[in-house]
């Protein structure tokens, strides 16, 4: 029998729920393989991390457009399971790569729904499809093993199959990066810095950023703005080139949990206009619990409330500049407001990834 871990990714390190599930398989001894895309440039990873991957289809098909790539993979997945053995345990991560694999090997304990990202939520689907998926969603659901979600607003039904685990970052990641800060002397220092990482696109708020620091730089106020991860947008580009940023370029996972100790706070907006984003559960979160980091996130976002409550967090719109801009400029000038949160987020309640997942892991592949 063999574990396989199917992700429509080209990058296992550029994806930290990925990463961290491989590192987990690897350490506990699994014999697993991970389906995936073809890579692009080089991989990340620390050394002695290579596992075992294969990609099901190639960059050709990326040409026509994101929904002949998502079917084009669904398909690949579907012959590819058809031609393995009966055997095998899938471990599906999202919707696109469930769907194929419920359909053929439903209802024989064989394989894992990691519902990360609710598909039929995640988009703005016409009406007609956004119903399409959440019937299929639900059929993906009833057939799993475990149903994997990372927080409990993301599915309303108490599923009998239901797993609930945070997206806290595992152990390992966790003690390379603290290393990494001692090394390197990473501190929070006299001067405020924001700390901005993962993709720069248009939907996570980097534009209403932008507007922000240029209306603090037009008044001659300055916030020290460190950036880590990858552009795919305008915006993104901008900011980069803003003179208050510092970027670092697409860093590892253990690097961009490391710089958390460089940072005051974390930029964390989600476009509410996705209907996923208003019950976001990102993994930045996890890492500022794990850190002692506050984090600032738009106010539509349902699931940062609690922390706001908890006086963990700022919250401000997320089309509103302005608020942005007095917001970063205010917790500058007023250290004690950060202090008093990051006392805070240090009281939060936290589990290693690894810790929860690996008794859920047990659960299904002992099953």
């Known amino acids: 029998m063999k574990t396989v871990v199917v992700a429509r990714v080209d990058s296992i390190y550029e994806r930290a729920r990925l990463y961290k599930l491989c590192k987990l398989l690897d350490r506990c001894g699994k014999d697993f393989v991970v389906w995936k895309l073809p890579p692009k440039g080089v991989q990340q990873g620390q050394a002695g991390e290579r596992w075992n991957e294969i990609s099901l289809i190639s960059f050709r098909w990326r040409r026509f457009g994101m929904g002949i790539e998502y079917l084009v993979w669904a398909v690949a997945v579907l012959a590819r399971v058809l031609l393995s053995s009966r055997e095998n345990k899938y471990y599906c991560l999202a919707f696109e790569s469930a769907f194929p694999v419920a359909l053929i090997r439903g209802r024989r304990g064989a394989?894992?729904?990691?519902?990360?990202?609710?598909?039929?939520?995640?988009?703005?689907?016409?009406?007609?499809?956004?119903?399409?998926?959440?019937?299929?969603?639900?059929?993906?659901?009833?057939?799993?093993?475990?149903?994997?979600v990372p927080g409990e607003s993301r599915w309303p039904v108490r599923d009998s199959n239901l797993r609930v685990v945070k997206n806290t970052p595992s152990k390992k990641v966790y003690d390379s990066a603290v290393c990494i800060?001692?090394?390197?002397?990473?501190?929070?220092?006299?001067?405020?810095?924001?700390?901005?990482?993962?993709?720069?696109?248009?939907?996570?708020?980097?534009?209403?950023?932008?507007?922000?620091?240029?209306?603090?730089?037009?008044?001659?106020?300055?916030?020290?703005?460190?950036?880590?991860?990858?552009?795919?947008?305008?915006?993104?580009?901008?900011?980069?080139?803003?003179?208050?940023?510092?970027?670092?370029?697409?860093?590892?996972?253990?690097?961009?949990?490391?710089?958390?100790?460089?940072?005051?706070?974390?930029?964390?907006?989600?476009?509410?206009?996705?209907?996923?984003?208003?019950?976001?559960?990102?993994?930045?979160?996890?890492?500022?619990?794990?850190?002692?980091?506050?984090?600032?996130?738009?106010?539509?976002?349902?699931?940062?409330k609690p922390f706001y409550q908890s006086g963990c967090c700022f919250l401000t719109p997320y089309a509103d500049y302005q608020k942005l801009a007095e917001l970063l400029w205010d917790l500058k000038v007023s250290s004690e407001k950060l202090e008093l949160a990051r006392s805070a987020i240090g009281n939060q309640d936290f589990v290693f990834w690894d810790d929860a997942m690996e008794r859920v892991l047990d659960e299904w592949i002992s099953g």
């Open 181 to 304: 800060a001692r090394d390197r002397h990473y501190e929070r220092g006299v001067e405020f810095t924001l700390y901005v990482n993962g993709w720069l696109s248009g939907t996570r708020g980097i534009a209403t950023l932008l507007k922000a620091l240029n209306v603090l730089e037009e008044s001659g106020r300055k916030v020290n703005v460190l950036i880590a991860g990858r552009s795919n947008s305008p915006e993104g580009d901008l900011l980069i080139k803003h003179s208050f940023a510092e970027y670092l370029g697409p860093v590892s996972n253990e690097e961009a949990l490391a710089c958390c100790y460089r940072a005051d706070l974390v930029f964390t907006f989600y476009d509410p206009s996705i209907p996923i984003n208003v019950v976001a559960e990102p993994n930045k979160w996890g890492d500022c619990v794990a850190t002692g980091t506050p984090f600032l996130a738009n106010s539509e976002i349902e699931t940062a």
């Open 111 to 148: 394989f894992f729904f990691d519902n990360a990202d609710n598909f039929a939520s995640s988009h703005k689907w016409p009406h007609f499809a956004k119903l399409f998926f959440q019937a299929a969603e639900r059929f993906i659901a009833a057939r799993a093993k475990v149903h994997l």
